[in-house]
């Protein structure tokens, strides 16, 4: 069983929210606001567990980050824990995709008071609200951006982006609403989960394993560092530096993000020469 309170109080909600639309928003929103999305453990080579206890110790616990089967897991655990009825699904991400991609993402499906709804606590392209699950539902989030959903004939359903290029982590930014990530609504089991997370953490062809990612969620925008590239949106303003020293790099991390690395963790990512990662 999840510490409900110890959750709550890592993404900055003083109450329990009520387990309906809005608190289904407001969850998510601190959620997303509060924990990064990164895959530097994919990197350092540790694995991604995803089961529960190793999720909240990590997330919570040890205030790290993680990519959307961490922060899937940890989300629906503290939905259960307030009482809404929700369970997972699985998806195919589009960004940048030139043919049909592998089943690599994880997002809830909420189900309140007979409407289904799409919640979504680990996406690192973008900040998607929470949606209901109808043909052409569009909602805005709070950086502008729109988000649609359809029916696709092939895989489902189909979440498109229409949003400045600034608030996502760079894919799928072209003119007028792209293909975020499609999704079906068979019944997901923890060894799909389980089999999902294993491609996406340890196979060549996976994308988590050449790059190195760390985001999250600012009040109207995003910050992502993407290996030596920081980039910052919030409202209209935004920056765009390339990092290159590791100490500053560290620095980025840890106040950007709230991820501490050690000296020989950095130096491990293979982001710089190594006699200047160990200085």
């Not at 909240?56 to 040890?62: G, R």
């Not at 980025?252 to 990512?269: P, Q």
Request: net charge negative; with cysteine.
């Amino acid at each position: 069983m999840i510490d409900l309170d110890a959750y709550l109080a890592r993404i900055g909600l003083e109450r329990r929210p009520a387990a309906d639309a809005d608190g289904l928003a407001m969850l998510q929103r601190a959620h997303r606001l509060a924990i990064p999305f990164e895959n530097l453990d994919v990197i350092l080579g540790r694995g991604i567990r995803i089961d529960s206890e190793s999720v909240f110790a990590k997330l919570v616990t040890a205030r790290r980050g993680g990519y959307c089967f961490e922060h899937n897991r940890l989300f629906l655990d503290a939905l259960a824990a307030l009482g809404f009825e929700a369970r997972p699904l699985l998806a195919r991400v589009w960004l940048g995709a030139i043919e049909t991609p592998p089943v690599t993402h994880a997002l809830s499906l909420v189900t309140i008071a007979g409407e289904d709804w799409i919640a979504d606590a680990g996406f690192g392209g973008s900040y998607a609200p929470i949606m209901r699950l109808a043909v052409e539902t569009e909602v805005e989030a709070s950086d502008g951006a729109r988000f649609r959903l359809a029916r696709d004939p092939v895989h489902g359903w189909m979440l498109s982006r229409d949003g400045h290029p600034g608030t996502t982590d760079g894919r799928n930014t072209g003119a007028g609403f792209q293909p975020q990530y499609s999704f079906a609504l068979a019944t997901v089991w923890d060894a799909d989960l389980t089999l999902s997370n294993r491609w996406t953490s340890a196979a060549p062809e996976s994308r988590f394993l050449q790059v190195r990612l760390a985001s999250r969620v600012l009040p109207r925008g995003m910050a992502s560092l993407n290996g030596r590239e920081y980039r910052e949106r919030d409202g209209d303003g935004e920056i765009a530096i390339e990092i290159t020293d590791p100490h500053a790099y560290r620095r980025r991390l840890d106040e950007a993000f709230g991820i501490e690395l050690t000296v020989e963790e950095v130096a491990k990512l293979g982001l710089f020469e190594p006699a200047d990662a160990m200085n």
